[in-house]
Structures are given as C-alpha cells and as structure tokens.
Nanobody
Framework: VQLQASGGGLVQAGGSLRLSCAASGRSFNVYGLAWFRQAPGKEREFVAGVNWGGVRQYYADSVKGRFTISRDNAKNTVYLQMNSLKPEDTALYYC????????????????WGQGSQVTVSS
C-alpha cells in the first residue's frame, strides 16, 4: 500500500487543522493506521492510531482531548483532526499502516507516507 499525506500548513496557536492520508492499493480495511510526528532535533513519536477494525483508537497523552483520528474505508483515507493546536505540536507528521495492526504505538508499521508539515505559531 502507498500512503499520501496532505493537509498540513501554518496555523496560529488555538487553531485547527485536519490531516488526511490517502492509501492506494486494495484491502484498506484490513490495515491498522497511525500518525507519528517528528520535530527538528527530536525523535519521531507516536501521535494517534486506529485499529484495522476501526473500533479502537489510541492517543499520545500530549494530544488526548485535542486530536481525533478517524478512518473512512470507502475513501481509503485516514484523518487526524487537530484542535487547540499548540506551538509544541509543530512537526512533520507521517501516516503509517500495517496489516491487521492494532494501531497502537508499539506496532511495527511496514508502510509509511511522506510527511506533511504542521507549523503552529504562538
């Protein structure tokens, strides 16, 4: 499967953005999906994930209550709705996928999209 992320941009603190990650290939519904991010000089970190069945979602503590992950199997797309953005959310955001994955941070994701830059100004 190939992943294409979009929707990043520049936003003021307190604002919102929605990232999208479109997947090509078949059987999108059997893939667990996740979003990661990497800020300059920092390690890549897990942000949010959804299991392949779409019934379980996982979030990093730093984004709980502000970010929401969702998937639309009809459109082969996973979304990350980001509200109440903070300057510390500034990073390159990546989507990832793996077959029958639970969507949690510990999964070994085989497929990665290119990053989408999110910049939050104070």
């Amino acid at each position: 499967v190939q992943l294409q992320a979009s929707g990043g941009g520049l936003v003021q603190a307190g604002g919102s953005l929605r990232l999208s990650c479109a997947a090509s290939g078949r059987s999108f519904n059997v893939y667990g999906l996740a979003w990661f991010r990497q800020a300059p000089g920092k390690e890549r970190e897990f942000v949010a994930g959804v299991n392949w069945g779409g019934v379980r979602q996982y979030y990093a503590d730093s984004v709980k209550g502000r970010f929401t992950i969702s998937r639309d199997n009809a459109k082969n797309t996973v979304y990350l709705q980001m509200n109440s953005l903070k300057p510390e959310d500034t990073a390159l955001y990546y989507c990832a996928a793996d077959k029958f994955a639970d969507g949690n941070y510990g999964e070994n994701y085989d497929y990665w999209g290119q990053g989408s830059q999110v910049t939050v100004s104070s």
